[in-house]
Each structure stands twice: as C-alpha cells, then as structure tokens.
C-alpha cells in the first residue's frame, strides 16, 4: 500500500512553533486553546497577522519544530511494512525545502531520500492513502482521504479522521 | 492534459556542465562526442570517475547550468495550454534543492511554484505524459511515456522518443 504523508501539522507541530515565535518576538503569551478552531494568524491583532505569515520564509523555522507525539514511533512501523512517502507542498517556501530535509535526517532518519517528495500542489499524487491536515490537498486526492486534526480544522467535516498517531498506527496496520 | 517534465537532461544541459566542470578541474579537453552511448562518468579514467560523481553534490552546481536549446520557448507554449509540472528527482541532492528552485526562477518564470515537484522517486506521479532522459522513470509510469534524447540514452530502445523541443511541440502542442 501507498501512504503518503504530510508534513506540518502531521508530523511536525508547525501549529505550536508559530505560537512559541509568535510569543517570542511580540512578548506574549498566547496559547493553542485561544487560537482553537483557527490558523493561529486569524487569533492575533490585525497588525501582528503578517508577521505570522511570514514565519514560514524565515531559513531555520521548519528546523527547529518539534516532533508530533507518536509520529516518530508509528511512522517506523509503517514504513517497515507499507510504501511510507512524505509529501509537503514546500515549494512556496523556497528556503523551507533544505530545513525540512535536513528535519528528516534528524528525526526521521529511516525516511529514505527516494521516499521524500517537496511539491507544490498534491494533485500528482498517485496512491492508496493520503494523511493530511488540509481539505485543499485531501479533496482532490483519488485514493483514501484522511484528516489528521489540528487546531484549525476541528470544525471542518466530511473526512474521515484521526486525532493522533494512535488512531492512525490502528487504521493502517491491521 | 498534465505533463510532467523532467529538468536534467530534458530542460537543463546537465550532461555539458558535467563535462564543463570535468574540463576545468582536470585541465582537459574532454568532448560530448567521446561520451556517445555513456553517462560522462564512464567516458574519463577510473581515478577521475568519483570526482564527476560529487558534481551534483556540490552547491552552486545545477545553479550554473544552461537551459536547453528552445527548452525555454516550447515550455512556455507548452504551459498555456496544458498543465505542466516540472518533476526533478532531485532528494539524492539535498544542496541540489534551492539550486534547482532558482535556477527555474530565473530561466523558467512562468513556472508557477505550485508546478515544481522535488521528489526521489518518480513511481508516484499521477498523469497523461512524462518526458524525462532515464528509463527507470519512464517505465514506472502509467500515461504516455516520451524518452528525450540525451547522449547517454542513445542506444536504449522501447519508448517514444523525441530529439530536441521542436519535437515535443510537434508532437503535444497539435
């Protein structure tokens, strides 16, 4: 079977590092719960939005972003027994694309480079599983459509779902 | 229709920068005719073939490469129409990424970013047409398959071929 899986907000918290720079550079204390059912740019003030969405452009913020628990474990699992492709849709962010390799290397170091794939959108993806975060990529994707919760999509419907690692380790390694 | 198009070999003259850049560190005068049916590697002593290898490793070297001849032109025509995605199998290259991203940025600007695939493996690609230099690739994938004439494919046999862009445009732009 053909997995493919998304990066931020699957595997790495991106959710939780624009949060932790957020506080840092503006000297707050914002935290997840309030920006729940959000992107966290739409629960800050309107002048502190773009600096948010610039995080993303800044070499070395998808380095340093913390694993989502379990990821590492399950994923292992995974990909000792399906085909496990990591699938980001990077290329807006030029000066992402060696961070989130070199983010592999460090935390998902049996990710082999042939299974690494930095897109733009995930139309051309041919396979039989999609994890996600975003109804853009999963609405378009042939095969079987999974959501993976984060902060911001809690409201969205029509996808099946999983809300960890767990979940997703209990769907797909029957 | 979706084409993908493969940037080595196909958009970028990757075999004359290898030869190029051979000539420059060995004080030699190695030509294109004398690596007929090979890869450049194979076509100089066994003690300069590592050096040609650690080419692609090496920062700055996919950066300095020269667009193919009418590459520019064709492709333009090419993505009015159609919707083209560039696909490198560029991961074995990690310093290969942000090279391979500026140097379409600045031959191939009309190649919108949500159109560049960095990827390990082709196996993945969903769509009607692949163009690319490498069998391997071209054998893997489901739609039409067109092999571009490159001086190390030369005597490989099995796939449609094309020689140069005013083909490709014969045969996708009627």
């Known amino acids: 079977m053909t997995i493919f899986v998304d990066m931020d907000e699957v595997m ?12 840092k550079d503006f000297e707050t204390c914002l935290t997840v719960e309030e920006c729940h059912g959000k992107e966290v740019w739409q629960s800050v003030p309107e002048e502190h939005q773009k600096s948010i969405r610039k995080h993303a452009h800044n070499e070395g913020f998808f380095r340093m972003i913390k694993p989502i628990e379990n990821s590492q474990r399950v994923l292992k699992e995974l990909s000792e ?3 496990v492709y ?15 390799y070199r983010w592999l290397d460090e935390h998902f170091p049996f ?8 897109c733009g959108d995930k139309h051309i993806l041919k396979g039989d599983v999609l994890i996600d975060d975003r109804s853009f990529n999963l609405e ?3 095969g079987r459509s999974i959501m993976f919760t984060s902060p911001h999509n809690v409201h969205t419907k029509g996808f099946e779902r999983v809300d960890n690692w767990n979940e997703v380790r209990e769907l797909l390694m029957k």
Chains 1, 2 share one sequence.
Not at 12 to 23: K, P, S
Not at 86 to 100: H, N, R, T, V
């Open 12 to 23: 790495a918290d991106t959710y939780n590092a624009h949060i932790e720079q957020y506080n």
């Open 81 to 83: 027994v399906h085909d």
């Open 86 to 100: 990591i699938a980001s849709a990077a290329m807006e962010f030029p000066l992402s694309l060696l961070d989130k």
């Open 111 to 118: 990710i082999h480079w042939k299974k690494r794939i930095l």
């Open 140 to 142: 378009h994707f042939d």
